[in-house]
């Protein structure tokens, strides 16, 4: 299986400020650098890992299957919001900011229906993480 060449996801910003409870819209990039389809589903990460649990996607590209055409640059957005109960725990007093990363992997369905007479299958793809902080958590003025 040879290689296809995919950007990493790079945000559009490298930070985003919010308050807790505000919704936010953040846009990740990517262009597919190969010649062929690439068909796959993004998997994130927030750390530090004990503030994850009080954020909270409420769209993002991540929930559904991507396919990006040969060339084709696409801004891929998260609409997000940091729960306000992250305010009153105690564990979160001293964390101020938020990472969001994302992976992308190849699609294992589209793979299995592959009309893709190359031996090994279709699409081979590995990304490095993208991350960039993207919340900011702060108290309502």
């Known amino acids: 299986m040879r290689p296809v060449l ?24 990517a262009t ?5 389809p690439i068909i796959g589903v993004a998997t994130y990460n927030v750390a530090p890992m004990q503030a994850g649990a009080y954020f909270n996607k409420i769209q993002c590209f991540c929930f559904d299957e991507q396919r ?26 001293n964390i101020n900011t938020m990472t969001l990363s994302y992976t992308f992997f190849r699609s294992s369905d589209w793979e299995e229906n592959s009309t893709d007479p ?14 960039a902080p993207v919340a900011t958590p702060a108290a309502p003025a």
């Open 6 to 29: 995919l950007t990493p996801f790079l945000p559009s910003k490298l930070q985003v400020s919010v308050l807790a409870g505000q919704t936010a819209l953040a846009f990740f990039e």
């Open 68 to 93: 990006l055409l040969p060339g084709e640059t696409v801004d891929m957005p998260v609409f997000f919001y940091v729960d306000p109960e992250f305010l009153t725990d105690r564990k979160m007093k």
């Open 118 to 131: 190359r031996p090994g299958g279709s699409i081979y793809y590995k990304e490095e993480p993208a991350a």
């Open 32 to 36: 597919n650098r190969s010649t062929e």
